[in-house]
């Protein structure tokens, strides 16, 4: 009895420390509802539109203008120039006056007449592949619609049918929104670095005063971080992935049973890299150097067959990578559990092993 009596005690004297503190409050705690709307600001959108391209229409024919009259009609292109001269269509695609040349030749009409295939090109820039795909999606089916009309006006003369189109469904972000693909794998990163930063600052603090916690202590302070980290979870995988209308709720018992071991994980290293600190403000660059190569690593932004070797061990062993790979099967995927519990078995390992690492450190920590 005295011992859960101590163990709340200290559990809510966690919370009072971390009021008590509005640097390691506003990391812990505000920094989670910050990020939640900031972030997907940038992505509202969603999609790239109106990117300018140039048609070189060199046969000037009622075929070339129904293909330039569908393309005009598409959402993700802006038609900035219609002309008959390829180099001048070039010389605007090196000042940045359009991202791509539609080119429909002079023999087009006579290619359709007689069931050829190819003749149309269209060149993109390479600066922007995101621009690119909308490009070249957006002139793909306009094209298609085009040709397929004008092609039955020859059905009398060839055999020419145009070939069966090809429909791309994604198994999850269906609508291929850029938003929908990069903040569902940021998220649990965001409550990675989150608790990072704070417990490290919090326990930092408790060091500067020469804090050696009991057993009871500990894990009082590792409940309640826990507690936050936890609410933290069920706020982005599910307020603000509706908000924002992300892929959700895949898997939501599998999230529940991974969120605690994920978090486990994340307080053991914060604890453990805590146990080296000799002031708050060491925890900053801890941060300061591990974000971006964190994200890197998780093989989101690049993917992990892409990289060297030796990166794809280092990137698989990080319990970021592990948790943004977890959470999205989970979340976005809706995998079945079993086919993450490879995941969730290396980071309880990952956990215990920090956990009595860090508790080893800081219970035998040397008064100053």
């Known amino acids: 009895m005295k011992t859960l009596?101590?163990?709340?005690?200290?559990y809510f004297?966690?919370?009072?420390d971390i009021a008590r503190n509005s640097s390691i409050l506003t990391t812990l705690v505000l920094s989670v509802f910050l990020y939640s709307f900031f972030y997907p600001t940038a992505y509202k959108a969603e999609h790239a539109e109106s990117l300018p391209i140039v048609i070189v229409d060199e046969e000037q024919s009622l075929v070339s203008s129904s293909i330039i009259g569908e393309v005009a009609k598409s959402p993700n292109v802006e038609?900035?120039?219609?002309?008959?001269?390829?180099a001048e269509a070039e010389q605007m695609i090196r000042l940045q006056q359009a991202d791509g040349i539609l080119l429909l030749p002079d023999n087009l009409?006579?290619?359709?007449?007689?069931?050829?295939?190819?003749?149309?090109?269209?060149?993109?820039?390479?600066?922007?592949?995101?621009?690119?795909?909308?490009?070249?999606?957006?002139?793909?089916?306009?094209?298609?619609h085009a040709l397929a009309e004008q092609a039955e006006k020859f059905q009398h003369i060839s055999e020419f049918s145009p070939a069966l189109s090809i429909h791309q469904i994604p198994l999850f972000n269906t609508l291929?929104?850029?938003?929908?693909y990069i903040f569902p794998a940021v998220a649990p990163l965001i409550i990675h670095q989150?608790?990072?930063?704070?417990?490290?600052?919090?326990?930092?603090?408790?060091?500067?005063?020469?804090?050696?916690?009991?057993r009871t202590e500990f894990w009082a302070l590792w409940s309640a971080i826990l507690t936050i980290g936890f609410l933290g979870c069920l706020y982005l995988f599910g307020f603000t992935f509706w908000l924002n209308d992300y892929p959700r709720g895949g898997n939501f018992w599998g999230m529940l049973i991974a969120v605690p071991i994920f978090l486990s994980c994340v307080i053991g290293l914060s604890m453990l890299?805590?146990?080296?600190?000799?002031?708050?403000e060491r925890a900053g660059h801890v941060i300061v150097f591990s974000s971006i190569p964190l994200f890197l690593l998780s093989g989101t932004a690049w993917p992990h067959a892409a990289m060297p070797e030796w990166m794809q061990y280092l990137g698989k062993a990080l319990p970021s990578?592990?948790?943004?790979?977890?959470?999205?099967?989970?979340?976005?995927?809706?995998?079945?559990?079993?086919?993450?519990?490879?995941?969730?078995?290396?980071?309880?390992?990952?956990?215990?092993?920090?956990?009595?690492?860090a508790f080893f450190r800081l219970t035998r920590s040397t008064r100053k």
């Open 79 to 86: 038609i900035r120039a219609v002309t008959g001269n390829f």
């Open 321 to 357: 990578t592990q948790g943004i790979q977890m959470f999205i099967q989970l979340n976005q995927m809706g995998v079945p559990t079993q086919l993450v519990i490879p995941k969730m078995i290396y980071l309880a390992s990952f956990a215990g092993i920090c956990l009595v690492w």
């Open 5 to 10: 009596k101590n163990f709340l005690y200290f």
């Open 109 to 144: 009409s006579g290619s359709l007449r007689r069931g050829e295939v190819g003749g149309i090109g269209l060149y993109l820039s390479a600066a922007n592949f995101l621009k690119t795909q909308k490009i070249g999606l957006g002139l793909a089916a306009s094209i298609e």
């Open 194 to 214: 989150t608790i990072l930063l704070g417990l490290c600052m919090l326990i930092a603090t408790y060091r500067e005063k020469h804090w050696i916690p009991s």
């Open 13 to 16: 004297k966690t919370f009072q």
């Open 273 to 280: 890299i805590a146990s080296f600190l000799d002031m708050p």
């Open 176 to 180: 291929s929104g850029y938003g929908s």
